[in-house]
């Protein structure tokens, strides 16, 4: 099931409590903001109406603080920070974004920026995303009949959801909650029943975990087994995103190249990838540079999307770009499809003041709205990356980059008097 794309959600200057803002740039070309001096850069998002001064303290100083941090994990000694971003010149499906990344190696941003302005030429990203079904495993343990075991659970699926639904009455509330059930057997009387959850614009690993310890005691007992794990599955295969970009070759001429040799290059590359694990891994890291940053910026649970990446990567039994590239006539076509799994309320944002203002800047009203984004800063990474691969290499760019990271980190002094005032909004 597809969800109504991005963009096609009321925008968040729709929320009366926002009116006075753009919630959202509507047009993600912001050309020069790279050159301009950071201050100048907040000067410019105060004056677009894109932050006020209070969410730009936040985001100054990260977000959080040390005190909440205390209340979130053992042990809390202080943050541990990374620098935030933005991503230019995104259209998605028809529409632009501004794109939050936390991230610290220098060139992902620039790089991303750099694809997005090529990719907007020819028409943009178009993005879709599945209903948010995430999924609970409940595995059951010494089952001896396996066939008996799978009649009786599936006779009893409407009232087994019936309960299910009991024990997430407020994503029942919202719209959400469990839906189907499935039986796998996975070994000799060893069964596992999956159980399959709309958790609406949460990310909903609490809300699946419920569920799973939920249903275990009854489905025990109509399998006559014992109860094993309960737990949801990181490979959330149900929740993907899946997002297009196609180029004219034009778009990618340089200087020394023709586009379509450009084109030849990155359609070569993303066979490699295709053909060789080796080369797979490296291919889909730079996919998550920009996915990651995405994630992170807006505080949602990067090792969950990792595991689920890469567990799709090799669904096949073989390791798997999860973007790929070809040529089509006079252009370049990529398609991206991975499983993301992410949320713009509960969890993490429910505390963090940055990532809801990250979400807020990007204009998003949808945990499908947040993965169309991702994805497609998924996409302009490894664009980016196959580009300079098949052209210069990544080093002269990268390197470039680095300096510029390292130079400016020598020349860092505490924060000055403005930047103290800030802080303490
Ligand atoms: C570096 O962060 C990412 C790349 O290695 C990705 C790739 O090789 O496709 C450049």
Same mark, same amino acid.
């Given at each position: 099931m597809i969800n109504a794309p991005l963009g096609t959600s009321a925008p968040a200057s729709a929320n009366p409590s926002n009116?006075?803002?753009?919630?959202?740039?509507?047009?993600?070309r912001m050309p020069g903001f790279y050159d301009l001096p950071i201050e100048h850069r907040w000067a410019s998002l105060l004056e677009r109406g894109l932050l006020t001064e209070e969410e730009l303290a936040r985001l100054v100083y990260g977000g959080l603080t040390a005190h909440v941090a205390d209340g979130l994990v053992e042990n809390a000694i202080g943050l541990h920070a990374l620098p935030l971003g933005i991503g230019l010149n995104f259209t998605i499906n028809g529409r632009d974004h501004l794109v939050a990344m936390a991230v610290e190696e220098p060139s992902v941003i620039a790089a991303a920026s750099n694809a997005a302005r090529i990719i907007r030429g020819g028409g943009g990203f178009c993005a879709e995303v599945d209903a948010p079904i995430m999924t609970a495993q409940i595995e059951i343990r010494g089952v001896e009949d396996i066939d008996q075991a799978t009649r009786a659970i599936e006779g009893d699926e409407p009232s087994l959801l019936e309960l299910a639904r009991a024990a997430v009455p407020r994503l029942v509330e919202r719209g959400g909650g469990p839906r189907t059930l499935e039986i796998r057997a996975?070994?000799?009387g060893n069964l596992v029943v999956h159980v399959y959850v709309d958790c609406r614009d949460a990310m909903g690993a609490n809300l699946v975990n419920t569920v799973a310890e939920a249903m275990s005691g009854p489905l025990c007992a109509l399998a006559k087994g014992r109860p094993g794990l309960r737990i949801l599955t990181? &490979?959330? @295969?149900?929740?993907c995103v899946r997002v297009g970009a196609r180029i004219p070759f034009? &778009?990618? @001429?340089?200087p020394a190249r023709r586009g379509a040799e450009v084109a030849d290059g990155i359609a070569a590359a993303s066979r490699f990838a295709d053909l060789d694990p080796y080369r797979a891994a490296t291919h889909n890291k730079g996919i998550m540079n920009g996915v990651d940053a995405v994630v992170m910026a807006t505080g949602n649970d990067w090792r969950g999307v990792e595991a689920g990446a890469h567990a799709f990567a090799a669904r096949t039994g073989r390791y798997r770009p999860l973007a790929v590239w070809h040529v089509v006539g006079a252009e370049l076509h990529g398609a991206l499809e991975m499983p993301l799994a992410l949320g713009i309320v509960g969890g993490t944002t429910t505390f963090h003041a940055g990532a809801r203002v990250a979400l807020r800047l990007m204009g998003v009203t949808s945990s499908g709205d947040l993965a169309c984004i991702a994805g497609a800063a998924g996409l302009a990474s490894n664009f980016a990356a196959l580009r300079a691969l098949a052209t210069d290499g990544i080093q002269r760019g990268h390197m470039r980059m680095h300096q510029r990271a390292v130079a400016h980190g020598l020349a860092l002094s505490p924060p000055d008097s403005k930047a103290a005032k800030i802080q303490a909004i």
């Open positions: 009116t006075a803002l753009n919630s959202v740039s509507d047009n993600s996975i070994d000799q990181n &490979l959330t @295969d149900r929740r034009g &778009l990618m @001429d340089t």
